[in-house]
């Protein structure tokens, strides 16, 4: 794995099962599939091993984790500061964030 030893986000096991999250509703014309077949937290878990860490910043409206080269956020909410940690290792050679 690419991100083995490192720390990541990304969309956590408690917010998969929540009804009506991630998904287009019904009545809009969109499909519900429900949850997801493999959460993506196992998926993230399995590829950063043993040396590294998944967050899920559950509780947490923001989630962002830059463990460099990888800087990644949870959900759409975290793309503006995605967008400013990007600017700053471009800049001024950021290299972790967020744990």
Do not use: C
Not at 61 to 81: A, E, M, N, V, W
Not at 84 to 96: H, P
């Amino acid at each position: 794995s690419i991100i083995w030893g490192k720390h990541v986000t990304g969309h956590a096991r408690e917010y998969d099962y929540k009804d009506g999250t991630g998904f287009a509703r019904a009545e809009v014309g969109g499909a519900n599939f429900g949850p997801p077949f493999y959460p993506l937290e196992y998926i993230l878990r399995d590829a950063v091993g043993p040396d590294g860490q998944y967050h899920g910043g559950v509780g947490r409206t923001i989630s962002t984790i830059l463990d460099y080269p990888f800087l990644t956020g949870r959900s759409t909410q975290d793309s503006r500061l995605v967008g400013e940690l990007m600017v700053q290792v471009l800049e001024e050679g950021l290299q972790k964030y967020g744990w």
